[in-house]
Structures are given as C-alpha cells and as structure tokens.
C-alpha cells in the first residue's frame, strides 16, 4: 500500500505509509474485524472486553477496559495504529494516544456507516480487497431483510434505571432493518425511562438485551407485570450493537427473532 491518509471521526488526519505491524483495538466488535481481516500477529493490544476471538485475550496485552484504558500501557506496546470509537472511549484517552500514534476514531450510527467503517478499516491496515467482500457481504444481508410486518418495539440496555435506546443510535438502525418500529426513534443516544413511561408508549415488542445489563428470564416476568399488553423477549445483543464483522450473521438472526413474534402480532 502506497502512503494513505484519511479524516476520522473527531476530523482529524490519520495518515499511515505502510500497512501497520503493531495495532491496538480499544473496540470490541472492532477487534473482531481485525481478527476476521486476517491481523493475529499484527493486533498487540486490546480491552478486557474484547472477547471475540476468544483466544485473544490471553494471547494479547490487555489495556485496560474501553473506557479506563491504560496510556502509558498502550504506549509500552510500541503501535503503530490505535483504533478507538467516539462513543465507546473516552476523549481524553483518546486524545492522548493520538499525540504520539496514528489513532483512527470512528463514529458508527448506521448500518450504512458501519459498512464504510469497515472498508476504511480495512485501507487502512492493507486489507482493502477483504474488507470490501465482508462490507458487501453484510449490505446485501441486511437488504434482504423484510421490513414488514412492523411492530411497535423498545429495546432496553440498562435496568436500575431503565434505560433504552434513542433513534439516533446504531441499534435503532438495526431495529428498522428487522421490522421494529423503535418507540423512543423521538429520543436520543441511551434516555432513562420508567416502566410507566415504558407502557405509555404501547410498544408490541420489548427487547431485552443481553448486554451492557445481562437480562435474564426473571426481568421479563418484572417487565410483564408493568407492560401486560406487551410481548417481552430476551436477545442477543451482539446481533443489534456489533458493528464489525459480526454484522455478517446478524440478518439470519434478525430473521429468526422476527418470525418468532409474527403470530402474536395483533
């Protein structure tokens, strides 16, 4: 690969002259994609909560976590690229490695910008033709998904307080690829709700991730009581918040969750 430059997300130029031999990922579904583009020995470090490839974390130098990543550890690590995300690190962090390596901060709130996330990403680390198949591999995945029949859904994240998901965020985006109509589209990024609020909102559907807040069987029976008219169910949340390689399984899935619900539709 000839010298390439390119703006990330906080606008600012990351310009490599060669393909990068030492990266480190603060991002995990990120890491994934290095792992998926071919770049074992040339990823050296990452976060506690990379944990795709599941091997990686005890083969690599942890960092720290995505939000309390170790400076000067990273530092020690000698990379020649960090990539980090806008909202999954903290700016100051950030900032602080890009004084002294090339780090590329991306911004994913789309599928649409995933894709192009992903061809960038795969440039920039000289595995351009790769990325471009896995990037048209999940566009036409994610275009062959029905968006219909519609349902009323809210997707929540956190419980004690109960969070969800606003319309300007990746997993909305991906609730509109898979038929769900987010309730809370008039909201943004990650709002705090109650379950009363929850209920006014007469969603069909409410999804309960699997992560950040590892919802189990108990919380829909809790969910139920307060939303008797909705259907409640568990999901994976990887398949609506993993924005790399993994996007590739997540149309099958979103499929299956779907049909799954379509006869109690009302």
Known sequence: MSSLTVHDALERPVRLHEPPLRIVSLVPSQTELLADLGLDDEVVGLTRFCVHPA????RKTIVGGTK????DRVAALKPDLVIANKEENVREQVDALAEHVP????????????SAMIRTVGALV?????????????????AELSPSPRQRAAYL?????WMTVGGDTFISDVMGYAGFDNVYADTTRY?????????????????????????REPHIEEVQAAVPEAEITLVDGEVFSWYGSRMRNAPPSLRTLKASLAPHLP
């Open 55 to 58: 091997d990686w974390k005890a």
């Open 68 to 71: 309390t990543v170790n400076v």
């Open 103 to 114: 780090t590329y901060v991306t911004d994913v709130s789309t599928v649409a910008d995933a």
């Open 126 to 142: 000289g595995r351009a033709e790769t990325a471009l198949e896995l990037a048209e591999t999940i566009d036409g995945g994610f």
């Open 157 to 161: 994240i956190w419980r004690d307080p």
């Open 191 to 215: 709002p705090t709700v109650t379950l009363p609020n929850l209920r006014s909102r007469q969603p069909d559907v409410i999804l309960l991730s699997s992560e950040p807040f590892p919802f």
